[in-house]
């Protein structure tokens, strides 16, 4: 794993590089280098198949080990592990993100990673190959179609005469009506708009004032232009303010459409729902538009299949691009993937095959045929000298340290989408900037400290995350929060507008920052200075005072009373234009984003495109509805309740949801319960805690949830502390189809106890139908605990039922339907290390409505004379009870339902051996 950022990824990889930004293109020279010094590479492959490579070895020595490890700061001894990897391996896939590409050299840092497996011969074979993973579900699609500045159907490029009479014919336009025009991309599209030398433009399904770097330039070109279109599924995004016109498009699940992803996988997107209101699939926008323009010719579509078909004609034999085929009705039955000539070869994993089907046959002088044809004159493939280059801009010192840029996990691109989903919100919050310890302490920044991080285009202003993740001299910031979400998020105010000279990629890893540590409390001396300030920002420090809550007909009369003695009892809400109603539906989504971060009243900034006669009205309105300061005469209750701490950790929003029923229970009992996510509790207070209740799923394979991981590497650290005072109880959630199931509960159990702790009651972990275990865990804890409230309690509640237990027709996973397999298809070719197969079933009678968005699972039985030749054979008592998931079944029973035996372990099979006295 090679990253300047310490990622989830680099936790669990063998061996994890820290490179120095921007320093790609040295290290994969000095790999090269160490695998041609202890002669690693295919010497065959490389005279068969390849050409340039008689000038690498000079070109090489210039990238030694030690002079790569000055470059890169990673040691030689890294170096050479990773290139000692490499070299032993029998396959190897080298897998890259934005980090190589969004770079002023972004296409020779690929060049480089495809000199490494053309050395090696290691490309164009099942498990070995250069594969990028782009940011994007269907950007290889829209590049094989020709979308880019340079690009035409079918791997095409506009510079060349053969490829431009070739699309003039399929579009049966006059030879030279394709202009020649190159643009520079979508940076110097902006600019030159700004300039004035571009009058209109035409944005779809993107946010560009968001997304692109420079952003003042965007939004200077946006204001200058006469005209602008802005096709979205979304309103309330940052470009659409700046259009003139916007034109409703739909949403992929209400289209249909062909989508290729990297993999060249071909998938059919049918029309799961319609598009509501006027809103239209895009190409069906485009062809409208295109004919009102006059071009009804060239546009006469009635369905995105019939513009399919002529995409099929765009089939390239130099490149071996060939979709001819597939069609609608073949992915109507099952995904493809190109290049497919004809229907039954659906599966083409490797590309370039000499076959003579998607290109010509190519035969060389001595009669015989290559395994490989790579897209060149001579069929084979070109090494590329690219020698380290600096990014275009390098600290100095009025901007000392590089800002990184890319995303979190949990949130997509601009949030237009994931930012209105509420589980979402709750796993990435909101913007943050990562600082290294050290930077950090020389700064004067802590933890959420409100950061200034400026370069030569602009500032942002985010809360500061100090963290090792990231190395000294280096920031990091993800893309997604912007101005929908509140002032000076937009990462892109400072991200550098330079671009690749070939790609026009533009370098958004790398750019020159400072940062400052600002104070946003300000004191106030009287209204009118509050008003006419130009800073909007303001913390609130409020006093320390008791909260308590009210019983709600106590609150509902004094508000009552409150507004009749003022005289507003019967004022209406202000009724808001178009204009008014877009910004606050952003504001509202900025507050539903950050709401885990409010400590204040929110308030409209002074800017904000709200009457003036409006804004105190919002003002108030937000202060009601935030403010917790009790009303006069109304005292808060204190008990002296024995305390509990209840500690959670959820990825979907089960655990959190099941831990505050836990907690309400609790409550009821009489305890003073201490409810928060994991990643909230500090280690100091939970070494002086005395009980403490677990409650957690698990994510991925067997690792903490977001909202618990920064709390379970500070536990699992050297230097966490002792806890022989702590006494806990842990329930853990997961899902038993994965095969670390519960692996955070049962990791996070056997930690505790490692550091003292003492277990309450044993631990207990839940299916995904989790309620009825979860209650009698806590009704073991309920009793356990009475002990130390000093009086006897009982859990009366009844655990929240799970949406999958809330099924329409009754099935559930602890009550499935008994279905036939009508289906059994294998996907996996012949060779594949996996068996991947498509099944049927007959749910006829089943009642059983699957909609897009519904879980489905499948619990297959073992056939029943299986099991009863294994239980002769073995000698087993077939009535013998055994706990399955906390319950109780007849051995018979669990062999039939529960356990795998056509397949046994190895630790099954000596078993057996032992059993039936076989020698293995």
């Not at 094989?144 to 095409?156: A, D, H, N, V």
């Not at 053969?162 to 579009?171: H, N, Q, S, T, V």
């Not at 959420?448 to 202003?461: L, P």
């Not at 099924?807 to 499935?816: D, H, I, R």
Request: proline residues 6%; aromatic residues 8%; charged residues 20%.
């Amino acid at each position: 794993m090679v990253d300047p950022r310490k990622t989830t990824t680099a936790d669990k990889a063998d061996l994890y590089l820290p490179i120095k930004p921007g320093t790609d293109i040295a290290f994969l020279n000095g790999i090269l280098f160490l695998l041609v010094q202890s002669e690693k590479v295919d010497s065959s492959f490389i005279a068969q198949y390849t050409q340039g490579w008689e000038f690498f070895p000079e070109f090489l020595a210039d990238y030694t080990p030690e002079k790569v490890s000055e470059i890169t700061q990673l040691s030689v001894e890294q170096l050479k592990t990773a290139a000692d990897l490499i070299a032993n391996a029998p396959e190897f896939i080298t897998c890259w993100t934005m980090g190589l590409n969004q770079s002023t050299h972004g296409t020779w840092n690929t060049n480089a990673i495809c000199n490494l497996h053309l050395a090696t011969g290691k490309i164009c074979r099942l498990g070995s190959g250069p594969f990028s993973l782009t940011g994007q579900p269907n950007a290889m699609g829209g590049r094989e179609m020709g979308y880019m500045g340079s690009g035409l159907p079918g791997q095409r490029s506009l510079v060349s005469e053969k490829d431009r009479m070739f699309i003039e014919d399929l579009w049966s336009i006059e030879r030279g009506s394709i202009s020649t025009q190159l643009g520079k991309g979508t940076v110097d599209l902006f600019s030159r708009m700004a300039l004035g030398e571009i009058k209109a433009c035409w944005i779809i399904c993107t946010n560009p004032v968001a997304s692109v770097p420079n952003r003042k330039m965007v939004i200077e070109a946006l204001q200058k232009a006469e005209l602008v279109i802005a096709q979205d599924a979304f309103l309330d995004t940052e470009t659409n303010y700046y259009a003139d016109v916007l034109l409703p498009g739909a949403l992929w699940a209400e289209a249909e459409g062909v989508m290729i992803n990297s993999e060249r996988n071909i998938t059919l997107m049918q029309e799961a729902v319609s598009p509501p209101g006027d809103a239209l699939a895009d190409w069906e926008i485009i062809v409208r538009v295109a004919r009102e323009m006059g071009f009804t010719e060239g546009f006469n579509f009635s369905s995105a299949s019939e513009i399919f078909e002529e995409i099929k004609k765009s089939y390239n034999p130099t490149t071996g691009y060939d979709l001819r085929g597939v069609s609608y009705n073949a992915l109507r039955k099952s995904p493809m993937q190109w290049p497919c000539a004809d229907k039954n070869w659906q599966r083409n994993p490797i590309r370039y095959l000499n076959n003579g089907i998607n290109q010509p046959l190519k035969t060389l002088s001595d009669g015989s045929q290559p395994r490989l044809q790579f897209a060149t004159e001579n069929g084979k493939a070109i090494f590329y000298a690219r020698p380290h280059i600096d990014p275009v801009e390098m600290p100095n010192a009025e901007f000392p340290l590089i800002l990184n840029t890319g995303r979190v996990q949990h949130q997509w691109h601009t949030l237009t989408k994931t930012g209105k989903i509420p589980t979402l919100n709750k796993l990435n919050p909101g913007t943050f900037l990562e600082i290294n310890s050290q930077d950090a302490v020389e700064l004067g920044i802590k933890t959420k400290d409100k950061v200034e991080v400026r370069s030569r285009r602009g500032y942002v202003i985010l809360p500061a995350i100090v963290t090792d993740r990231i190395q000294p001299g280096s920031c990091f910031a993800p893309i997604h929060w912007n101005d929908v979400y509140g002032e000076n998020l937009c990462i892109n105010a400072v991200t550098s507008d330079q671009v690749d000279p070939i790609s026009q990629q533009p370098e958004l890893k790398i750019a020159a920052v400072s940062l400052k540590r600002i104070n946003l409390i300000e004191e106030i001396s009287d209204l009118d200075s509050a008003e006419n300030s130009d800073a909007h920002d303001y913390d609130y420090e409020l006093p320390a005072m008791a909260f308590a809550p009210i019983a709600e007909e106590t609150s509902v009369a004094l508000i009552n009373s409150f507004s009749e003695k003022i005289g507003v009892m019967d004022f209406k809400p202000p009724e808001f234009n178009l204009d008014e109603k877009l910004y606050l539906s952003g504001y509202i989504s900025g507050l539903t984003a950050s709401a885990k971060l409010i400590q204040a009243v929110p308030a409209l900034p002074a800017d904000a495109p709200i009457r003036i006669e409006y804004r105190g009205w919002i003002n108030g309105l937000l202060a009601g509805m935030f403010s917790r300061v009790l009303p006069m005469g109304v005292n808060a209750e204190f008990t002296n309740k024995p305390a509990l701490t209840l500690l959670w950790a959820s990825q979907t929003g089960n655990a959190e949801n099941l831990a505050g029923t836990f907690a309400k229970e609790f409550k009821a009992q009489g305890w003073a319960v201490n409810f928060q996510s994991m990643n909230d509790y500090s280690l100091e207070k939970l070494a002086k805690d005395k009980l403490v209740i677990f409650v957690t799923s698990t994510f991925g394979d067997g690792d903490s949830p977001d909202n618990g991981g920064d709390f379970w590497r500070q536990l699992n650290s050297e230097s966490a502390p002792a806890l022989p005072l702590l006494e806990f109880a842990l329930l853990a959630l997961g899902d038993s189809n994965y095969d670390q199931f519960c692996g955070h509960g049962k990791k996070l159990f056997s930690r505790l106890q490692a550091l003292g702790a003492k277990p309450l009651i044993d631990r207990v972990d839940c299916d995904t139908d989790f309620e009825v275990p979860a209650n009698r865990w806590l009704s073991k804890l309920t009793e356990k605990l009475s002990g130390y409230s000093g009086k006897k309690t009982s859990s009366n509640s009844e655990v929240q039922q799970s949406t999958i237990s809330n099924s329409k027709s009754g099935f559930t996973k602890a009550n499935p339907y008994a279905s036939r397999l009508i289906i059994n298809h294998r996907l996996s070719g012949n060779g594949s290390a996996k068996d991947v197969r498509q099944f049927g079933f007959d749910l006829a009678d089943s009642d059983i409505h699957y909609e897009a968005g519904d879980a489905l699972g499948i619990w297959p039985k073992n056939c029943p004379e299986y099991v009863y030749e294994l239980e002769q054979v073995l000698n087993l008592n077939a009535d013998a009870p055994v706990i399955i998931d906390t319950h109780e079944r007849p051995l018979h029973k669990a062999l039939i339902e529960n356990f795998e035996i056509c397949k046994p372990s190895n630790e099954a099979l000596k078993l057996i051996a032992e059993k039936s006295k076989i020698n293995l």
